[in-house]
T-cell receptor, first 114, second 112 residues
């Protein structure tokens, strides 16, 4: 199947700093990518839909100024957690679609804000 | 709202069959999916079923779909210790393929 690479896999940052997470589709072009967040022992919650060349569509309750999404090319979307706080600590996972049946998931990024 | 419900925990003995159940909410979902997540890892797609089907079999996996009751199940035959993981069902609301609403997840523990 298609490969989606997410980087970094783990990151620890200080409170108040910003962190950028990258999601790349390695062998296909993804016009749409999705960003999910997973709290410990909980399910994945869709945060936003990232569309290449246009603004992301955020789910209700997700702060767009807090979680900046950029989808500048057909193979790369980035999620930047701005002014991170400990409550932003979570597992973030992206997925990318080649318009087929399946969405391909990245390996996830474990963010810890100290 | 969009709530996809699953039982939290299932424990089975190695070699037995496991059945994980899921209740979804959006009748317009075109595809329904089952994902596996091992500790600290991303998601692995196990299988999916198109909404006009009521059963799909793929090696040890059998998916049953009851569209009337919005009930989905995943049966794993001859469960192995390597099957221990969290299993998520997911629906594609409004038929929007690839945008997924995930269930609460079921932790499957396989006892040797």
């Amino acid at each position: 199947g298609a490969v989606v690479s997410q980087h970094p896999s783990r990151v620890i940052c200080k409170s108040g700093t910003s962190v950028k997470i990258e999601c790349r589709s390695l062998d296909f072009q993804a016009t749409t990518m999705f960003w999910y967040r997973q709290f410990p022992k909980q399910s994945l919650m869709l945060m936003a839909t990232s569309n290449e060349g246009s603004k992301a569509t955020y789910e209700q309750g997700v702060e767009k100024d807090k979680f900046l999404i950029n989808h500048a090319s057909l193979t790369l979307s980035t999620l930047t957690v701005t002014s991170a706080h400990p409550e932003d600590s979570s597992f973030y996972i992206c997925s990318a679609s080649d318009r087929g049946t399946e969405a391909f998931f990245g390996q996830g990024t474990r963010l810890t804000v100290v | 709202g969009e709530d996809v419900e699953q039982s939290l925990f299932l424990s089975v003995r190695e070699g037995d069959s496991s059945v994980i159940n899921c209740t979804y909410t959006d009748s317009s979902s075109t595809y329904l999916y089952w994902y596996k997540q091992e500790p600290g890892a991303g998601l692995q797609l196990l299988t999916y079923i198109f909404s006009n089907m009521d059963m799909k079999q793929d090696q040890r996996l059998t998916v049953l779909l009851n569209k009337k009751d919005k009930h989905l199940s995943l049966r794993i035959a001859d469960t192995q210790t390597g099957d221990s993981a969290i299993y998520f069902c997911a629906e594609s609301p409004g038929g929007a393929t690839n945008k997924l609403i995930f269930g609460t997840g079921t932790l499957l523990a396989v006892q040797p």
